[in-house]
């Protein structure tokens, strides 16, 4: 029955989980509202909170799992890849945890985590899976093979999925983060009303930088004929926008599933919050015979209970970092 405490800390949210025999006990995540005022994560900034809450968080999840901290096996923590300052404070909290505690320390890859958030219920998807993660930074069609044995098919070549919501939101006027915001207004909008235009790249990669052009020169020329276009289309616009980008993702998904013959689809990432993107992925994995997999919202964005869950199948494997062991800013898988 290990015991596996998580420690996540890449970006803005410092967050710990506890894992029992891969049962998820706790998922505590204090989010950073500081950088709403500067219309995007400030790094140092990021680095200075994580370090303010990370304490607590554990405390939190500890208490909220009802497990005294010497009964924790091991010390599983995000390495990357991230914001270096923002990794740190994890890693360090992590590797000192296991040096006061003697206890063996996991590193872990936030985008493999990302997908290993599947194995936290019940109902898990089968080896082997494709996987569309999709976040802030990344944008990747993942052949999951098994638990640590992934290959990239297919990532985008500019913006992220992410990127180009919050940017399109950014646009609009509309505070960071912008992602939830799209959804939200996306709901009372038809997104049918304007054509956005969908990039003709091979393979499985994706672009999102020609998007954000066109979004950028359409709102450009329709607030020279009317300076109130974006407060009376809002909705339309966000809809439009949200279909577009949730048909690129699917589109390639779509065709990935078909020349791999893979029936077990899933979605990772914070962009898979999004809900015209599940409502999507539904309506193809219906028409397709896939077996759709979606996070619950508390584990699409950053979170420890993915890391504490892929500590678990490391720990089940036996494999185990040093104390010498360095955040990496950029992580292969
Ligand atoms: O995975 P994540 O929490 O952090 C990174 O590792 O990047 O993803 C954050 C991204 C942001 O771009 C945010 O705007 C987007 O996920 N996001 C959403 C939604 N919730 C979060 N995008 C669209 N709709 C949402 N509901
Ligand atoms: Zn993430």
């Known amino acids: 029955?290990?015991?596996?405490?998580?420690?996540?800390?890449?970006?803005?949210?410092?967050s710990a989980a506890v894992c029992v025999d891969g049962v998820m006990l706790s998922n505590v995540i204090a989010n950073q509202t500081i950088h709403e005022a500067y219309g995007g994560v400030v790094p140092e900034l990021a680095s200075?909170?994580?370090?303010?809450?990370?304490?607590?968080?554990?405390?939190?999840?500890?208490?909220?799992?009802?497990?005294?901290?010497?009964?924790?096996?091991?010390?599983?923590?995000t390495r990357g890849p991230g914001l270096l300052g923002s990794?740190?404070?994890?890693?360090?909290?992590?590797?000192?945890?296991?040096?006061?505690?003697?206890l063996p320390l996991i590193e872990i890859n936030h985008m493999q985590a990302h997908i290993l958030a599947h194995f936290i219920a019940e109902d898990?998807?089968?080896?082997?899976?494709?996987?569309?993660?999709?976040?802030?930074?990344?944008t990747q069609i993942v052949l999951v093979k098994d638990y640590f044995d992934m290959e990239i098919i297919g990532q985008t070549l500019d913006d992220a999925a992410g990127e180009a919501m919050d940017k399109t939101s950014k646009i609009l006027g509309l505070p960071y983060p912008g992602g939830p915001l799209i959804d939200k207004n996306a709901r009372l909008g038809n997104p049918e009303a304007y054509k956005f235009p969908e990039p003709q790249?091979?393979?499985?990669?994706?672009?999102?930088?020609?998007?954000?052009?066109s979004i950028l020169y359409f709102i450009r020329d329709n607030i020279a004929a009317d300076p109130d276009f974006i407060q009376k289309n809002l909705a339309d616009i966000c809809a439009s926008v949200e279909k577009r980008i949730a048909s690129i993702l699917l589109n390639k998904l779509q065709k990935a599933a078909m020349q791999y013959n893979i029936k077990d689809i899933a979605l990772a990432g914070g962009v898979s919050a999004n809900t015209g993107l599940r409502q999507g992925l539904l309506e193809m994995g219906a028409k397709n015979g896939w077996k759709c997999f979606i996070p619950k919202f508390?584990?699409?964005?950053?979170?420890?209970?993915m890391i504490a869950i892929a500590g678990y199948y490391k720990y089940l494997k036996g494999e185990f970092a040093d104390q010498h062991i360095a955040p990496m800013a950029r992580m292969p898988f």
């Open 48 to 77: 200075r909170v994580h370090q303010q809450n990370i304490v607590p968080a554990v405390q939190q999840a500890l208490s909220n799992a009802k497990v005294n901290k010497n009964d924790i096996d091991a010390v599983a923590f």
């Open 87 to 102: 990794l740190l404070v994890g890693v360090s909290f992590a590797k000192a945890f296991a040096l006061a505690k003697n």
């Open 1 to 14: 029955m290990p015991v596996i405490l998580g420690i996540e800390s890449s970006c803005d949210e410092t």
């Open 298 to 305: 508390e584990y699409c964005t950053d979170n420890a209970a």
């Open 201 to 213: 790249i091979p393979g499985f990669d994706f672009s999102f930088s020609g998007l954000k052009t």
């Open 124 to 138: 898990k998807p089968s080896f082997p899976f494709l996987c569309l993660t999709v976040s802030g930074g990344h």
